[in-house]
């Protein structure tokens, strides 16, 4: 490596270390909460890749957090298309063989019906009820991510949460655990 090269890696390095730090864990979780433990290093590894190659283009302060997201909202998304793609093609093979279809990996660590209910929402409803709740991004940071006014983040947060909340109601009561006696009957 040139001496000038070796002084533009140093003076990268100085930018990236501390957006590194302070945000890894953060991109980590998010990638986890979207795509599971198989695919969640692989898809911040990317982004923090493309902070890297991308570090010019990085806004400074406040605002390279929510630039890191943006960058993580579309790689996870890149994953999950290849994902359902590469589903798509084991399905295939599988019901070529006669065989049923794989088990879908789903969030342990939340309520199924939350789960069901929040799975039945459009796509953007559920990326931006998981920016708000699970990310705990503002509104500010919520609009740089998906590219929206920051007046329409509040607003469209209210109606997604109106749709998760009757989509909840709709999956009807928890079923009551059965007795042994009732069970025995």
Same mark, same amino acid.
């Given at each position: 490596?040139?001496?000038?090269?070796?002084? !533009?890696?140093? %003076?990268?390095?100085?930018?990236?270390? &501390?957006?590194?730090e302070?945000?890894?864990?953060?991109?980590y979780?998010?990638?986890?909460?979207?795509?599971?433990?198989?695919?969640?290093e692989?898809?911040?590894? /990317?982004?923090?890749? #493309?902070?890297? =190659?991308?570090? %010019?283009?990085?806004?400074?302060?406040?605002?390279?957090?929510?630039?890191?997201?943006?960058?993580?909202?579309?790689?996870?998304?890149? @994953?999950?298309?290849?994902? =359902? +793609?590469?589903?798509?093609?084991?399905?295939?093979?599988?019901?070529?063989?006669? #065989?049923?279809? &794989?088990? #879908?990996a789903?969030?342990?660590?939340?309520?199924?019906?939350?789960?069901?209910?929040?799975?039945?929402?459009?796509?953007?409803?559920? %990326?931006?009820?998981?920016?708000?709740?699970? /990310?705990?991004l503002?509104?500010? /940071?919520?609009? @740089? #991510?998906?590219?929206?006014? !920051?007046?329409?983040?509040?607003?469209?947060?209210? +109606?997604?949460?109106?749709?998760? =909340? /009757? =989509?909840?109601?709709?999956?009807?009561? !928890?079923?009551?655990?059965?007795?042994?006696? !009732?069970?025995?009957?």
């Amino acid at each position: 490596m040139s001496t000038a090269g070796a002084r !533009e890696h140093d %003076d990268i390095g100085q930018r990236f270390d &501390p957006l590194f730090e302070a945000h890894y864990q953060e991109i980590y979780r998010f990638c986890i909460r979207r795509l599971g433990f198989d695919d969640a290093e692989d898809a911040t590894a /990317e982004v923090f890749a #493309v902070a890297w =190659r991308r570090i %010019d283009d990085m806004p400074s302060g406040v605002d390279d957090r929510a630039w890191l997201y943006g960058v993580a909202q579309r790689i996870v998304g890149n @994953h999950r298309r290849s994902r =359902r +793609r590469q589903q798509g093609l084991l399905k295939r093979i599988l019901e070529t063989r006669s #065989v049923g279809e &794989p088990d #879908v990996a789903t969030g342990a660590d939340v309520d199924a019906r939350v789960l069901a209910a929040l799975s039945s929402l459009s796509g953007s409803d559920q %990326d931006l009820l998981r920016l708000t709740t699970w /990310e705990g991004l503002n509104r500010s /940071e919520i609009a @740089h #991510v998906l590219g929206i006014k !920051e007046n329409a983040v509040d607003q469209r947060i209210h +109606r997604a949460k109106a749709r998760l =909340r /009757e =989509r909840y109601d709709r999956l009807g009561p !928890e079923p009551r655990p059965v007795t042994t006696k !009732e069970a025995s009957a």
